[in-house]
């Protein structure tokens, strides 16, 4: 590559990590807010919200990458210009389709790495996101200890705590139990503790009562106790195995999928295959985000007022890649034979990019002198 070439695309490389950092940590951050509550709410510890906050980090980092390719592209063209360093370039013969050379390669890279997230990371981290997640709907802790509220863990059974002391003991406890049609248990203890045998977990309660209500006769007994031993892992019934989602496979799965895995995800193979070029088509945007801030840039040439028109066109246009995009995305999954129709903002993207670079290279008339 020449030296202008390498310059560039250093300069764009830097600004895309830039952008990149900024963008993720917004989407992050917007995530890790909503997830914060929920997980440690339940009872789960703070390493419990950093792992699943990172396993989203993958699919942040798909949509993030197209908009700070586009963002680096108009901020490094918009800043040569204004220092006339490409006003410079183009005088020594580098035609407007020649300095998009590194914009090219640099749109490359940014869809190649579109792709590795689309068809391997995003797949692999959504489906260990959404294990981990079964994994704590599962977890007794998180069904049960939620202070202040009455929560249901199985049907008939009611359960309450008031408080929950650092170091673990459960505060004021009432447990409802009618699973048994003959009769209503009720248990109400000053604290507990939640210990783990080898026989499942054990609610042990102390200085507590419980009531029976017999259905039949409507006769109320009751019962002191010091301290009371309770099976909670029978609250629970146990569930089936989670079944996994199409969009938890890999491309590499998806193209060759077993019946099995057909029946398992419910799909057909046109539906998978729609999904394959769905996630390229999305990989692609790395490409047409860059070229259509860079050509929309050398549109009209240098200005001593700045670039401001062209940056509103460049945003015009990808408004109407991302129309287009959501157009093919929704025909496609209506009717899986219309997968061609993913790539409609693709090919639009590119005409655009070419289209805005013809203008820029279009030789322009001078204005004769009027004559005096």
């Known amino acids: 590559m020449a030296r202008f070439d390498r310059y560039m695309l250093s300069q764009l490389l830097v600004l895309f990590g830039f952008f990149s950092l900024i963008l993720v ?3 992050w951050i917007n995530r890790a807010v909503s997830l914060f509550d929920a997980i440690l709410g339940d009872g789960q510890s703070a390493l419990v919200f950093v792992e699943l906050t990172l396993l989203t980090l993958p699919g942040i980092i798909r949509i993030v990458i197209p908009l700070a390719g586009f963002a680096a592209a108009v901020y490094v063209t918009n800043r040569l210009s204004s220092e006339s360093e490409l006003t410079v370039v183009q005088a020594t013969g580098y035609s407007p389709l020649r300095l998009a050379r590194p914009v090219v390669v640099f749109g490359l890279f940014v869809a190649a790495l579109g792709l590795v997230l689309t068809h391997i990371l995003v797949p692999m981290s959504t489906e260990r996101l959404k294990d981990r997640e079964a994994e704590l709907s599962r977890n007794m802790t998180a ?25 673990g003991e459960l505060r004021d406890i009432f447990l409802s139990d009618s ?20 026989f499942g977990p054990q609610l042990v309660m102390l200085d507590g ?3 029976r209500l017999d259905r039949a006769s409507e006769r109320l007994t009751t019962s002191t106790f010091k301290d009371f031993a309770y099976d909670i892992g029978a609250l629970i019934p146990a569930e089936d195995g989670r079944r996994r989602s199409y969009d938890e496979l890999t491309t590499g799965a998806l193209l060759t999928a077993t019946p099995a895995v057909l029946d398992e995800v419910r799909r057909s193979p046109a539906d ?5 070029h769905e ?30 028109r062209q940056m509103l066109l460049a945003v015009m246009l990808v408004v109407i890649v991302k129309v287009l995009e959501s157009i093919g995305t929704k025909a496609a999954r209506s009717d899986p034979t219309l997968w061609p129709m993913l790539y409609l903002h693709i090919l639009a993207g590119l005409a655009m990019a070419a289209s805005c670079l013809a203008w820029a290279i279009r030789p ?9």
Not at 151 to 161: A, D, M, Q, V
């Open 25 to 27: 940590l917004v989407y």
């Open 143 to 167: 069904r049960l200890l939620t202070p202040g509220e009455f929560t249901t863990p199985g049907s008939g059974t009611t359960f309450y705590i008031r408080d929950i002391t650092p170091e």
């Open 179 to 198: 699973r048994d049609p003959a009769a209503t248990l009720t248990y109400t203890a000053g604290s507990a503790y939640l210990v783990r045998t080898e």
């Open 209 to 211: 009562l419980v009531q």
């Open 272 to 276: 998978l295959r729609a999904l394959v």
């Open 279 to 308: 996630r390229s088509a999305e990989a692609a945007l790395g490409l047409v985000g860059p070229l259509l801030g860079f050509a929309a840039l050398m549109v009209g040439g240098f200005s001593r007022f700045g670039l401001g």
């Open 364 to 372: 322009r008339r001078v204005r004769k002198a009027v004559p005096a």
